[in-house]
């Protein structure tokens, strides 16, 4: 079975601090796509990253980055010098396929505080 | 492109009614559909995947009979909720299979049900 953990339920920063949220994941699949999206208090999912399993490459957009290490099953997230913008849940989700639902991590809250 | 839309955003309706939710691929033709549900303040949870022209497959804990899903073309599938009591007040988002080779989930702006 598919599982997502995001253990850090809130995190609560200052405006221009680095933030990391942390993913976990489980699955048997050898092949498989990470995610984070972003759900500001309007409830729409935004997009952030796609990753498949074969493409361990740390990605950066922006203040954005992604750290993906199979290693240890895990898919960081960090904000670089976050602002009262950034606020909002952020999900990190797992798919076996692209065609497939996703299993979605129960959130972190990130607030930011001017 | 590649927008999925969902109306009503919002509804607010009386116990007992039913409430019929839309989801639209604008841009796409989606075989595929799903439907998530979102309590306050938890995460997104599969209800069910929406298969045009086909029953839609529900999951463990679903009603089938109160949560109705209908996929009658390729850009429309619809939810409704029926004989509607307060504990389903939630936030339900649908996604649309599009993209090359119909394996990127887009994801509509949800809407948010709230029972009285």
């Known amino acids: 079975a598919q599982k997502v953990t995001q253990a850090q339920t809130e995190i609560s920063v200052v405006e221009k601090e680095d933030v990391t949220l942390d993913c976990v994941y489980e699955?048997?699949?050898?092949?498989?796509?990470l995610f984070w999206y972003k759900q500001p208090p309007s409830g729409e999912l935004v997009f952030l990253i796609r990753r498949n399993s074969f493409d361990e490459q740390n990605e950066i957009s922006g203040r954005y980055s992604w750290n993906f290490q199979k290693s240890t099953s895990s898919f960081n997230f960090t904000i670089t010098a976050s602002q009262v913008v950034d606020s909002a849940v952020y999900f990190c989700a797992l798919s076996e396929r692209g065609n497939t639902p996703l299993v979605f991590g129960k959130g972190t809250r990130l607030s930011v505080i001017a | 492109g590649a927008v999925v839309s969902q109306h009503p955003s919002w509804v607010i309706c009386k116990s007992g009614t039913s409430v019929k939710i839309e989801c639209r691929s604008l841009d796409f033709q989606a075989t595929t559909m799903f439907w998530y549900r979102q309590f306050p303040k938890q995460s997104l949870m599969l209800m069910a995947t929406?298969?045009?022209?086909?029953?839609?497959?529900?999951e463990q804990g679903v009603e089938k009979d109160k949560f109705l899903i209908n996929h009658a073309s390729l850009t429309l599938s619809t939810l409704t909720v029926t004989s509607a009591h307060p504990e389903d007040s939630s936030f339900y988002i649908c996604?649309?299979?599009?993209?090359?080779?119909?394996?990127?989930?887009?994801f509509g702006p949800g809407t948010r049900l709230t029972v009285l």
């Open positions: 699955t048997r699949d050898t092949t498989y796509y």
């Open positions: 996604s649309a299979l599009g993209g090359f080779g119909a394996d990127t989930q887009y």
């Open positions: 929406s298969n045009e022209g086909s029953k839609a497959t529900y």
